[in-house]
Nanobody
Framework: QVQLVESGGGLVQAGGSLRLSCAAS????????MGWYRQAPGNQRDLVAT???????IYADSVKGRFTISRDNAKNTVYLQMNSLKPEDTAVYYC?????????????WGQGTRVTVSS
């Protein structure tokens, strides 16, 4: 079992920045992929960015060049630096940890942190 605790959400004006943090209850060395997803009201949960244990990253097209995902293995924490925020970035942001056990995967989610970007 993996517990994930997000923090750093809040209200910010368009053009501003926020940094989200996701602290894991286990060493993130053992987590194959960690990522951030977001869900706006009435929408499905969408991928924002992921980072593998090897440091490879993937970003949604809508956030490329504005958001940066990173990991601090010593702190068992993954970050999402969000710059040049837009009102359409408003959503609840969820941290995800994906662990591979042989041929199967287990996914764990945090409770979410709300980001509101005002115009």
């Amino acid at each position: 079992q993996v517990q994930l605790v997000e923090s750093g959400g809040g209200l910010v004006q368009a053009g501003g920045s926020l940094r989200l943090s996701c602290a894991a209850s286990i060493s993130i060395f053992s987590i194959n992929t960690m990522g951030w997803y977001r869900q706006a009201p009435g929408n499905q949960r969408d991928l924002v960015a992921t980072i593998t244990s090897g440091g490879d990253t993937i970003y949604a097209d809508s956030v490329k060049g504005r958001f940066t995902i990173s990991r601090d293995n010593a702190k068992n924490t993954v970050y999402l630096q969000m710059n040049s925020l837009k009102p359409e970035d408003t959503a609840v942001y969820y941290c995800n940890a994906a662990l591979r056990y042989g041929s199967s995967w287990s996914n764990y989610w945090g409770q979410g942190t709300r980001v509101t970007v005002s115009s």
